[in-house]
């Protein structure tokens, strides 16, 4: 059974300046890797995601996250945050190969500081 | 618009009072599934179904019924609901049952059983 560790509860960090979300993974398996975004007082949307290819997946709002499987990590980083990037981030992942289930990490909270 | 609506966003309820939240995407989507959010837990599911008349526990199924007799809807029901199931619920849609599907989730509910 796969699982996911977001060692960060919270992570404040100043506008313009970049920011890493760390991701930890581990399975058995092939996986595949999220980050949903929770803005406040709404429901989670798809940032990006790693199926398969380059390990390097860019997604909106110019959010990107890099694979690494001998570090079983899927960071999420961005170069400049903007005070809208103030939300809630989750990891999720899945072990590949027809129905597995998604697993979601504790979340990690962006707060942006002017 | 493509979406999952979720009825209704805020409920204050007593030990006991059965209710039931509903849930509908438009999207025609075959799978479908329940999350609840509780802080430093992260989401966690309830119950999902890959299709309608078919439907499975999540990790945390006890407390709750859910229903899929069409593909649109997924209600999830709390037959005598305690204080423990206070928490933020999000239900979420997919494609397809494959697990490098996107999921679109719902605005959610939040629940408080007094």
């Known amino acids: 059974a796969q699982s996911v560790t977001q060692l960060d509860s919270q992570v404040p960090v100043f506008e313009e300046a970049p920011v890493e979300l760390r991701c930890n993974y581990s399975?058995?398996?092939?996986?595949?890797l999220f980050w949903y975004v929770q803005y406040p007082n709404q429901g989670l949307q798809l940032l990006l995601k790693?199926?398969?290819?380059?390990?390097l997946v860019k997604g909106i709002n110019g959010f990107e996250a890099e694979f690494n499987k001998s570090q079983t990590s899927f960071h999420l980083r961005k170069p400049s945050v903007h005070i809208s990037d103030t939300a809630e981030y989750f990891c999720?992942?899945?072990?590949?190969?027809?129905?597995?289930?998604?697993?979601f990490g504790t979340g990690t909270k962006l707060q942006v500081i002017p | 618009e493509a979406q999952v609506t979720q009825n209704p966003r805020y409920l204050i309820t007593v030990t006991g009072k059965k209710l039931t939240v509903t849930c509908s995407q438009n999207?025609?989507?075959?799978?479908m599934s329940w999350y609840r959010q509780d802080p430093g837990l992260g989401l966690r599911q309830i119950y999902y179904?890959?299709?309608?008349?078919?439907?499975d526990k999540g990790d945390v199924p006890e407390g709750y019924k859910v229903s899929r007799k069409e593909k649109r809807n997924f209600p999830l029901i709390l037959e005598s609901p305690s204080p423990n199931q206070t928490s933020l619920y999000f239900c979420?849609?997919?494609?397809?049952?494959?697990?490098?599907?996107?999921?679109?989730f719902g605005q959610g509910t939040r629940l408080t059983v007094v």
């Open positions: 979420a849609s997919r494609e397809g049952w494959a697990s490098g599907t996107e999921a679109f």
């Open positions: 790693y199926l398969s290819g380059s390990t």
């Open positions: 179904s890959m299709n309608v008349e078919v439907t």
């Open positions: 999207m025609n989507h075959e799978y």
């Open positions: 999720a992942v899945s072990d590949s190969g027809g129905y597995q289930k998604v697993t």
């Open positions: 399975s058995s398996v092939s996986v595949y």
